[in-house]
């Protein structure tokens, strides 16, 4: 989590890479020179709407077809770089093993990734909720905790409340991309948010699915504007 256990870990490794040990100065921040290559932050190549990745990187971003066409019902989205290598396996270890050490070192991600993207700053910033029964088998929701990262380093208002799962769905990761709208649709609740410009967070972005029901649902609760957060973008 990005409480206490990742700054005791924080504390522990100060001076070293947080990924491979090796020793930094302590003013090099978490990363060595080495892993920070392979943590590029994704600048360019990209669509600024739904945050899909172009084969071209050094491409300025530019909205894709889809979005010309029937843009996602959220403004704007920001992410760190695609799903894919090392932040694919840090990510892996936060959420399924349990390695609540890396929660330091992907604020550190999040942080640069906002700064680069330079989205307005929210009224509230809204997790996307899990259902409870799962919170408790895994002990904890990362996009809660995602959230808080960013609520600590800019100093958001976190609205953990804002949204709630109300009927469990499956996992979308074995559903096609049809069935992954079909299996959000209706699946959340808001509380009102009557004018409020409100940032969903999540840890990662597939087909979009999951952001686009809590997005409508924010709107349809009254929000202004929902922008969406994640650390990362499937390709």
């Known amino acids: 989590?990005?409480?206490?256990?990742?700054?005791?870990?924080?504390?522990l490794l100060k001076g070293r890479c947080q990924v491979c040990l090796t020793p930094v100065p302590a003013t090099a921040g978490p990363l060595c020179g080495n892993c920070d290559a392979l943590l590029p932050l994704r600048q360019g190549g990209y669509c600024p709407r739904c945050g899909i990745c172009y084969a071209d990187a050094s491409a300025p971003p530019y909205l894709c077809l889809n979005c010309r066409i029937s843009p996602p019902p959220w403004s704007a989205l920001a992410f760190y770089a695609p799903y894919a290598g090392l932040l694919k396996e840090l990510i892996h270890g936060y959420k399924f093993g349990h390695d609540h050490g890396l929660g330091f070192?992907?604020?550190?991600?999040?942080?640069?990734?906002?700064?680069?993207?330079?989205?307005?700053?929210?009224?509230?910033?809204?997790?996307?909720?899990?259902?409870?029964?799962?919170?408790?088998?895994?002990?904890?929701?990362?996009?809660?905790?995602?959230?808080?990262?960013?609520?600590s380093a800019f100093g958001f208002a976190l609205y953990p409340d804002?949204?709630?799962?109300?009927?469990?769905?499956?996992?979308?990761?074995?559903?096609?991309?049809a069935a992954r709208r079909e299996n959000v649709a209706g699946a959340f609740a808001a509380s009102s948010m009557k004018g409020l410009r409100v940032l969903l967070v999540?840890?990662?972005?597939?087909?979009?699915?999951?952001?686009?029901?809590?997005?409508?649902?924010?709107?349809?609760?009254?929000?202004?504007?929902?922008d969406a957060f994640v650390l990362a973008r499937a390709l």
């Open 202 to 226: 999540d840890d990662v972005a597939t087909t979009g699915a999951t952001l686009s029901a809590c997005a409508r649902t924010c709107l349809d609760a009254g929000a202004a504007r929902a």
């Open 162 to 177: 804002g949204l709630r799962k109300i009927r469990p769905t499956r996992p979308q990761f074995s559903l096609r991309r």
């Open 1 to 11: 989590m990005s409480g206490p256990l990742s700054l005791i870990t924080a504390a």
């Open 105 to 151: 070192l992907l604020r550190h991600l999040a942080v640069r990734a906002w700064e680069a993207h330079g989205l307005h700053p929210p009224d509230r910033v809204v997790p996307v909720p899990m259902r409870s029964g799962k919170v408790l088998a895994r002990g904890f929701n990362q996009s809660v905790e995602l959230a808080r990262m960013l609520c």
